[in-house]
């Protein structure tokens, strides 16, 4: 199957900067979309950004022009490059993957990572 560890989440100020990776491994054939995905306490687990194998990236409203989401196909690694961030942004945030799993017959499907705390304090 495939596994995707996540690391980069923490503690800022308001104000700050927090980068976060997730790297894709495992019984891979490809990779197709990846993306980022966050939960808050009492909310929905809401989309932050994605990227498809070719770049085209997609943002929530709320996080245009501080996110910035970007891929490393060699590595299967996705980033997000995390600027101004806000009180409201403090969340759990999940890396996502559609991936097409190496098999006999190979064929696509999602993966979650296990999730990583960013807290912003204000």
């Known amino acids: 199957q495939v596994q995707l560890v996540e690391s980069g989440g923490g503690l800022v100020q308001a104000g700050g900067s927090l980068r976060l990776s997730c790297a894709a491994s495992g019984s891979i054939f490809s990779v197709n979309s990846m993306g980022w995905y966050r939960q808050a306490p009492g909310k929905q687990r809401e989309l932050v950004a994605e990227?498809?194998?070719?770049?085209?990236?997609n943002y929530a409203d709320s996080v245009k022009g501080r996110f910035t989401i970007s891929r490393d196909n060699a590595k299967n690694t996705v980033y997000l490059q995390m600027n101004s961030l806000k009180p409201e942004d403090t969340a759990v945030y999940y890396c996502?993957?559609?991936?097409?799993?190496?098999?006999?017959?190979?064929?696509?499907?999602?993966?979650w990572g296990q999730g990583t705390q960013v807290t912003v304090s204000s």
């Open positions: 990227i498809t194998s070719g770049g085209s990236a």
């Open positions: 996502n993957t559609h991936t097409v799993v190496a098999n006999f017959k190979p064929y696509e499907d999602e993966f």
